[in-house]
């Protein structure tokens, strides 16, 4: 991209209609236009976020819900669990073991299926928003998602076959899902803030992506064991068509004109750019590499956390019901928000680098993941948790991956 910088918040300044202009042609520029208003990114967030955040725990548990069914085991509330005094034989021990494998298997088929194409969008759509803006990218992430959550409240309506799920998944994935959605975050905010304020502008996104999280789990399964999977479904779609509305309507584009270039969304040119970013002879490589694979090795731990999280909690001997599963997935995100405001100012106050505040959170969520592994009450998984309070991996790589993508995004 060209080494112009775009207009930034400090440039901007009141004109006697009440519009605001640009200080250097004085031309009004609408809130509606204006990429430097109060709110803009932070609605896209919060009801996006929302939407998938939700939706992770309950389909996991719905695919529960239907190898229960599809093996025919005895017993229609899908709370039932291993450790109910009925399920005292073998036999019964056995039905639940095939329970959690077929359970397992749809669910690694659907997250498969989601995450594949996720990866391989996001390398294409993240270039093409640095040369045809910010709304592109989340017009396609909410378009999938939206298809993504309609689809499968049919499938749940109708108990259609599981490789329709899969379909829907593949569909969210293909629109870009999590990934491409963060990355066009991220470049907007580094469009619209001046460097010194970027670190609180990504702190104050995290934050709203915790707080929603913490309540969204904690909801979550009350919700399930109250009202069914539809209801949940109904709400995430509104969320979804919501966020769309907005961006497409509401949201302006931060991205100057004078910097939009055409072209194509599938260009070759964008992998491209993407193997020069990371093998390009420069100052810093090693270090942004050494950065892309801790964030893969940490982000692939917890996704395999999430991922198991509803087999593991509704086996023996924890046989947690849905409400405690949202329980403990809230806990846990709200541990992780803690942790990254109380740890970063607790380390900066002692003078730990941030790189030492990465190593120091490592150790902590190792710890955690160690202790969940040998759990074997409720209460032991819950203190688990706890130790997230000081695992501050999450924010740091963000401000990290922010600043690094709005040097390269000016610099290749």
Known sequence: MSSEEPVTANEIEDTPNGTTGTSSNHQPISWRNNPHRLLTVE???????????????????????????????????????????????????????KVHKKASQYILWVSMALTLPAIFMACFLGSWSDKRGRKGPMITASVGSALDT??????????????????????????????????????????????????LRLGILEAIAFICGTVVYFVSGVWIKNYG????????????????????????????????????VLS???????????????????????????AVVVYLAGFVVQTLLVLFGKRDPLCWESSVIGYFLGTALFSKAVGAVVGIKLCSCLGVSNFGAVQIGIIFLMGSLIMIGFSRTTLEMFLGEVKFVLSLVNLIATLYLG???KSFSYHD
Request: net charge neutral.
């Open 43 to 97: 609605i896209v967030i919060f009801l996006y976020l929302t939407g998938i955040i939700l939706e992770i725990p309950v389909i996991q548990q719905y695919l529960y819900h239907r190898a229960r069914e599809e093996l025919k085991v005895p017993g229609e509330d899908e709370n039932d669990t291993i450790c109910n005094p009925r399920y005292e034989n073998s036999s019964e021990h056995s039905m639940d073991d």
């Open 150 to 199: 309609l689809i499968i409240l049919a499938a749940i309506h109708w108990k259609l076959p599981i490789y329709v799920f899969m379909i829907a998944s593949a569909l969210a994935g293909l629109g870009g899902y999590y990934p491409t959605m963060v990355l066009a975050l991220l470049a907007y905010v580094a469009d619209t803030s001046p460097p010194d304020s970027r670190a």
């Open 229 to 264: 999977y539809q209801s949940i479904y109904l709400v995430i779609l509104s969320l979804h068509l919501l966020n769309l509305v907005y961006v497409v309507i509401l949201l302006p584009e931060s991205l100057p004109q004078e910097l939009k270039k055409n072209k194509a």
């Open 268 to 294: 070759c040119n964008s992998i491209k750019t993407i193997f020069t970013v990371y093998f390009k002879k420069r100052l810093g490589r090693w270090v942004l590499i050494t950065l892309l694979v801790c």
């Open 403 to 405: 600043n690094l993508q």
